[in-house]
């Protein structure tokens, strides 16, 4: 072998070790700023931990802005406020009794840590009568505060304000104007409604004529068909003949079929006392699809059977139940 090919070859093996290790220094380089970058995050992240893990959990809740903890803060707030304007009011009807004789509240208040008070919403109903116009706004924050409170205080708050409508609804159906319109402006206000309408099936079955229209045609006064229908059972319950016609439209009405167990429901009682329309109702509704609602209209036609109601005995003659 001669010389200059001896040399060329030489060469070439030492491009060869000098590219190694090159490569091998860039390896090394890429792992060591690797290494160091991930040092890096790391002390950030412990930088970033350290606050929060000093913090109490409220303190992080506050930290973080929470929005349901400022809402429940506001709603506690608006609570003490209006427990405050009940008691104002309770004040009020004390100082106004006869011979300046003090009055015993007609419902004792209750004062249990931060519990429920009986008789709010009555006291703010009874202010709306006597016209106070912002009664009702009282009431309908009331209304509002009830999901900040536990499932007890819950029961009661609603009970309370389903009495104060009750006796709204008594005042209405005894024809008083005044009432049945705080009654009305009620169903206007979405925290108020389903209470509202009920009264006005209340004041309906009472006899208010007034009340019942909005019953009678939901769609022209925005209300819900679903509340209106279960609110027309008092009326159909005393025999009025347009609220009996309008839950047994609601039960021949394939597009309302939703609504049929609560017109079977509304039915009952006017079947037990020989409504035709009534028994002819639910009748059809005995033979629906719909187990609850075939169900309930079955047991509805058997209670006018047991009233010896003649329509009811053959209409179950017919479904094969007799």
């Known amino acids: 072998m001669n ?13 060869i070790a000098g590219a190694g290790c090159l490569a091998a220094l860039y390896m090394l380089s890429l792992q060591w700023r690797t290494i160091r970058n991930l040092r890096q995050e790391n002390e950030l992240l412990h930088a970033q931990a350290q606050p929060f893990a000093a913090d109490t959990p409220i303190q992080t809740w506050v930290a973080r802005g929470s929005e349901a903890t400022e809402l429940d803060q506001k709603d506690k707030l608006e609570l003490l406020r209006l427990r405050n304007e009940v008691r104002q009011l309770r004040e009020q009807v004390t100082r106004s009794g006869p011979n300046g004789t003090p009055d015993a509240p007609q419902t004792p208040l209750v004062q249990v840590g931060g519990e429920h008070q009986a008789g709010e919403a009555r006291q703010f109903a009874l202010a709306a009568m006597q016209g106070d116009s912002g009664a009702l706004d009282k009431l309908a924050r009331l209304a509002a505060a009830v999901r900040t409170m536990n499932t007890n205080e819950q029961d009661a708050a609603r009970s309370d304000i389903r009495q104060a409508f ?13 009432t049945l319109q705080v009654v009305w402006q009620a169903s206007r206000m979405r925290e108020l ?8 099936g209340q004041a309906a079955g009472l006899g208010n004529e007034e009340a019942l229209k909005p019953l009678l045609d939901p769609e022209s006064y925005l209300l819900l068909r679903s509340s ?3 609110a027309l059972k008092p009326a ?3 025999g009025n003949a347009r609220a009996i016609q309008a839950l047994a439209a ?3 009405d394939q597009n309302q079929r939703a609504l049929w167990f609560l017109a079977a429901q509304g039915l009952e009682t006017a079947a037990a006392a020989g409504n035709a329309t009534a ?5 059809a509704l005995a ?3 719909n187990q609850d609602v075939r169900k309930e209209a079955t047991l509805a036609l058997e209670a006018a059977a047991r009233q010896h109601q003649p329509r009811a005995e053959e209409a179950l003659r017919k479904l094969g139940w007799r």
């Open 287 to 289: 033979a629906a699809q």
């Open 166 to 178: 009750e006796a709204l609804a008594t005042e209405a159906g005894k024809g008083n104007a005044t």
């Open 3 to 15: 010389t200059p090919t001896v040399f060329r070859i030489s060469a070439v093996w030492r491009g």
């Open 236 to 238: 159909a319950d005393a």
């Open 193 to 200: 409604q389903g209470y509202a309408v009920g009264a006005l």
């Open 228 to 230: 209106t229908t279960a």
């Open 250 to 252: 609601t039960a021949d």
């Open 279 to 283: 028994i002819n109702s639910l009748a």
